[in-house]
């Protein structure tokens, strides 16, 4: 913790939002950041493959409160939380987590958020990086439905890696720990709110930590690392590589408004049978009646490794024509392969097809394989 820079060195304005960690993350050995949802995100603390091992080693702490909560309230949440989402949403238990869709009129995506249920008529959208709440609001406007549409002062943090039950028994006890997957609890420390989830963008075993009072960020932040440090946990960052192993989309990278919940693969997030109306129901019904034309796959590109990963969608071909792109791609250093995520047509995306990727300054061969990459039936994240 020898970091001496001020946070002013990253700044742009005041037009891009701190978060509560941002200081302590930057005493903790962050180098840079980027912006998510209007804020910045620490995302490099030196060598990324370092920051990979140290997650499926041991444990990181990732400052992610760029995942803003959108709350949904009222007499009529439920009804509107169901509404925007093609997820059918009608045993979700209060307490409970959810992936879900964000779909609009056309069945395009507009973001992939954590749902957590607060209450029957108290609804949290955990969302990546695109503007929910705007969206969210007009629908409300115009939907004759009686709700509240708000962000919250809400910050997460994510502690994920093996060791972060531990780290989270030393932080907060024994209740926390006790969480299923996907399942969360409120929890009052030292008199400061907190939301506990076992969920996390890393698919290891993790938690999330949800901080209703931002002005405790700083103390948060160092309590974490003061019991964590000694049982291994390292400030860090969202792996890229671990999340693209998992096969895990991340929203403008791997997918746009332009797509739609089955070419990305995502058919069980999708109840086209639920009497409840949702706004991109028609849309996505005319669509898996019609086809797709592509879908969302994994590589395994040939070739020494890959250095950092791509600043723009790979061309993929079959013969000198385009049929695809890669959206992702990173080298794994603990499967020794160049793996990536791609969008193909679907005459080309068969397991073991033989493709070429245009990398700008090369060309290499490609094939389409099954992902996830590792883990394939998410046993680490959900058994623990």
């Known amino acids: 913790m020898t970091n001496k820079q001020t946070f002013s060195k990253f700044s742009f304005g005041t037009q891009v939002r701190k978060s509560p960690y941002s200081d302590a993350a930057l005493r903790w050995g962050a180098q840079g950041f980027s912006v998510y949802n209007h804020m910045y995100i620490p995302r490099d603390f030196g060598d990324p493959v370092q920051?990979?091992?140290?997650?499926?080693?041991?444990?990181?702490?990732?400052?992610?409160?760029?995942?803003?909560?959108?709350?949904?309230?009222?007499?009529?949440?439920?009804?509107?939380?169901?509404?925007?989402?093609?997820?059918?949403?009608?045993?979700?238990?209060?307490?409970?987590?959810?992936?879900v869709l964000i779909t609009d009129q056309d069945g395009g995506v507009i973001n992939d958020p954590i749902l957590l249920k607060l209450a029957e008529d108290h609804f949290w959208l955990s969302i990546a990086d695109?503007?929910?709440?705007?969206?969210?609001?007009?629908?409300?406007?115009?939907?004759?439905?009686n709700?509240?549409?708000?962000?919250?002062?809400?910050?997460?943090?994510?502690?994920?890696?093996?060791?972060?039950?531990?780290?989270?028994?030393a932080a907060f006890g024994d209740a926390p720990t006790e969480l299923k997957y996907y399942r969360f609890m409120e929890y009052d420390w030292d008199g400061v709110p907190l939301i506990i989830s076992r969920t996390g963008w890393s698919s290891e075993l993790g938690y999330e930590i949800f901080l209703r009072d931002g002005s405790a960020g700083d103390r948060l932040?160092?309590?974490?690392?003061?019991?964590?440090?000694?049982?291994?946990?390292?400030?860090?960052?969202?792996?890229?590589?671990?999340?693209?192993?998992?096969?895990?989309?991340?929203?403008?990278?791997?997918?746009?408004?332009?797509?739609?919940?089955?070419?990305?693969?995502?058919?069980?997030?999708?109840?086209?049978h639920i009497e409840a109306d949702f706004v991109s129901k028609a849309a996505l019904t005319a669509i898996k009646?019609?086809?797709?034309?592509?879908?969302?796959?994994?590589?395994?590109?040939?070739?020494?490794?890959?250095?950092?990963?791509?600043?723009e969608h790979w061309p993929i071909k079959?013969?000198?024509?385009?049929?695809?792109?890669?959206?992702?791609?990173?080298?794994?250093?603990?499967?020794?392969?160049?793996?990536?995520?791609?969008?193909?047509?679907?005459?080309?995306?068969?397991?073991?097809c033989e493709l070429t990727v245009n990398m700008g300054s090369e060309t290499r061969p490609c094939t389409i394989v099954p992902i996830p990459f590792y883990d394939p039936k998410k046993e680490i994240a959900v058994k623990g």
């Not at 080693?57 to 309230?73: K, P």
């Not at 929910?132 to 115009?142: D, Y």
Request: hydrophobic share 40%; aromatic share 8%; net charge negative.
């Open 51 to 99: 920051n990979f091992w140290n997650l499926v080693n041991d444990a990181i702490l990732c400052d992610v409160s760029v995942e803003r909560q959108v709350e949904i309230t009222g007499p009529d949440a439920a009804r509107f939380t169901q509404f925007l989402s093609c997820r059918d949403l009608s045993k979700c238990q209060v307490g409970q987590c959810k992936y």
């Open 130 to 145: 695109s503007d929910v709440l705007l969206w969210a609001k007009g629908l409300a406007v115009n939907s004759g439905m």
């Open 147 to 169: 709700v509240q549409i708000t962000e919250p002062d809400v910050s997460p943090l994510q502690l994920q890696g093996p060791k972060s039950r531990d780290i989270l028994r």
């Open 221 to 272: 932040w160092e309590h974490l690392m003061a019991v964590g440090a000694p049982l291994g946990l390292k400030p860090g960052h969202t792996s890229s590589i671990r999340r693209i192993e998992a096969g895990m989309l991340s929203y403008h990278a791997d997918m746009t408004l332009m797509n739609n919940p089955f070419e990305l693969q995502m058919d069980r997030l999708v109840d086209l």
């Open 289 to 311: 009646a019609k086809g797709v034309s592509q879908y969302f796959v994994g590589l395994e590109i040939a070739g020494r490794p890959i250095a950092g990963s791509n600043d």
């Open 318 to 352: 079959w013969d000198g024509k385009k049929v695809g792109y890669v959206t992702s791609a990173i080298h794994s250093p603990r499967l020794v392969k160049n793996i990536a995520l791609a969008m193909v047509a679907v005459d080309y995306c068969e397991l073991g």
